[in-house]
């Protein structure tokens, strides 16, 4: 069965340098969730959407900016690099906005800043 | 406020024993509960969940949770661990709004 694809699974960037992490989600699931994971930290709730639109949002920094297209796969944007910025980031989806059931996470996209 | 709360950060088991993590929540209305387990740089498996009904839920690799709302509990048991057990193991609850509410994880370590 098709999982949530997420790209690039491995990213380095420079300080102060922008990445952009993608999140392909489950067919049909139009709600996507990101999450980001420290070394040795559970997962910090970033942004989610539902229907293109945002629907939540956590701890993103200012800035970290994301959207979802219309066929519902997420981009999260991250720009001005800092070294704590270096970390495991989770995409996660699911059907129907609220109340909607448990998450399907992507295997994650490594982040490391230099 | 909603939150999860795992008292045990490591845990450490011989092969062969039982295990049980425990699992507090703190929410509102009726809970969804799950349990993930995550291997070292791989993403989260749903180990089981639950909605609703029967209060002890069976999920994969032999893994169960019980859910005790007198308690706020959702303790993950396995009667026998597998080497291959040994990950990190996050007890979460939602949604609520549109968010999922992790707790800070249980690392497991299994003795040969």
């Known amino acids: 069965a098709a999982g949530v694809i997420q790209s690039p699974r491995h990213l380095i960037k420079e300080k102060r340098e922008t990445a952009t992490l993608k999140c392909y989600p489950i067919p049909r699931h139009d709600t996507v969730y990101w999450y980001q994971q420290g070394p040795g930290q559970d997962p910090q709730f970033l942004i989610s959407f539902y229907e293109k639109m945002q629907s939540d949002k956590g701890s993103i920094p200012d800035r970290f900016s994301a959207q979802q297209f219309s066929d519902y796969h997420s981009e999260l944007n991250m720009s001005s690099l800092e070294l704590g910025d270096s970390a495991l980031y989770f995409c996660?989806?699911?059907?129907?906005?609220?109340?909607?059931?448990?998450?399907?996470f992507g295997e994650g996209s490594r982040l490391t800043v230099l | 406020a909603q939150s999860v709360t795992q008292p045990d950060i490591h845990i450490t088991v011989s092969e062969g024993a039982s295990l049980e993590l425990r699992c507090n929540y703190s929410y509102g209305a009726t809970p969804y509960l799950f349990w993930y387990v995550q291997s070292p740089g791989q993403g989260l498996q749903l180990l089981l969940k639950?909605?609703?009904?029967?209060?002890l839920v069976q999920g994969i690799k032999g893994f169960e949770a019980e859910f005790k709302r007198s308690q706020s509990s959702f303790n993950l048991r396995k009667p026998s661990v597998h080497w291959s057990d040994a990950a990190e193991y996050f007890c979460a609850v939602g949604p609520t709004g549109n968010q999922f509410y992790f707790g800070t994880g249980t690392s497991l370590t299994v003795i040969p």
């Open positions: 639950y909605f609703s009904g029967d209060t």
């Open positions: 996660a989806s699911t059907m129907g906005g609220e109340r909607s059931g448990e998450l399907f």
